[in-house]
T-cell receptor, first 108, second 112 residues
Framework: DAKTTQPPSMDCAEGRAANLPCNHSTISGNEYVYWYRQIHSQGPQYIIHGLKNNETNEMASLIITEDRKSSTLILPHATLRDTAVYYC?????????FGAGTILRVKS | SQTIHQWPATLVQPVGSPLSLECTVEGTSNPNLYWYRQAAGRGLQLLFYSVGIGQISSEVPQNLSASRPQDRQFILSSKKLLLSDSGFYLC???????????FGPGTRLLVL
């Protein structure tokens, strides 16, 4: 079973920041937090991952709380092409357990 | 750069027929390889993973098998397909020394 909890859906206005929350209260000390997204009919796309520190790349930022029990994925300027299912996963990397994810709908 | 290929992209097969799906990775050596399945409207389920040639770990009992005949080739097979084998099959790879998995484009299988 997935070890993360995400809201089933969220809406975001185009051009605004999308903040996607994830709870992972049972995360162990050496598990990473991964974020993937899946656009309809495509394979999942890796977005970002982190262990303890906040991370940023060209796609998004990942904010991990100090106790590591929750995190937030931030898409700074959402576009219509960011509409997808976003998955938050905690793992050592070898086995990814996907939950239901959050359906993000970006609207114009 | 690394690239992952899957074929075919779509497949329609009758119940009871055999199955062979192929996944290959370019631009890397000794990757970890994975097969996932996604049923319609559901999340991804890990089916098999391999850390090297001939080494296969099965995550769930099922009608499918996997093989890794070459370092960068991973094959998913079945002797007799069931209706419940329909779904979106995804291959993924992970550099042995790093954490992140990268997914291929997937094969959509419909068993009739």
């Amino acid at each position: 079973d997935a070890k993360t909890t995400q809201p089933p859906s969220m809406d975001c206005a185009e051009g605004r920041a999308a903040n996607l929350p994830c709870n992972h209260s049972t995360i162990s000390g050496n598990e990473y937090v991964y974020w993937y997204r899946q656009i309809h009919s495509q394979g999942p796309q890796y977005i970002i991952h982190g262990l303890k520190n906040n991370e940023t790349n060209e796609m998004a930022s990942l904010i991990i709380t100090e106790d590591r029990k929750s995190s937030t994925l931030i898409l700074p300027h959402a576009t219509l092409r960011d509409t997808a299912v976003y998955y938050c996963i905690t793992s050592y990397g070898n086995k990814l357990v996907f939950g239901a994810g959050t359906i993000l709908r970006v609207k114009s | 750069s690394q690239t992952i290929h899957q074929w075919p992209a779509t497949l329609v097969q009758p119940v009871g027929s055999p199955l062979s799906l192929e996944c290959t990775v370019e631009g890397t050596s000794n990757p970890n390889l994975y097969w996932y399945r996604q049923a319609a409207g559901r999340g991804l389920q890990l089916l098999f993973y391999s850390v090297g040639i001939g080494q296969i770990s099965s995550e769930v009992p099922q009608n499918l098998s996997a093989s890794r005949p070459q370092d960068r080739q991973f094959i998913l097979s079945s002797k007799k397909l069931l209706l419940s084998d329909s779904g979106f099959y995804l291959c993924a790879w992970r550099p042995g020394s790093r954490e992140t998995q990268y997914f291929g484009p997937g094969t959509r299988l419909l068993v009739l």
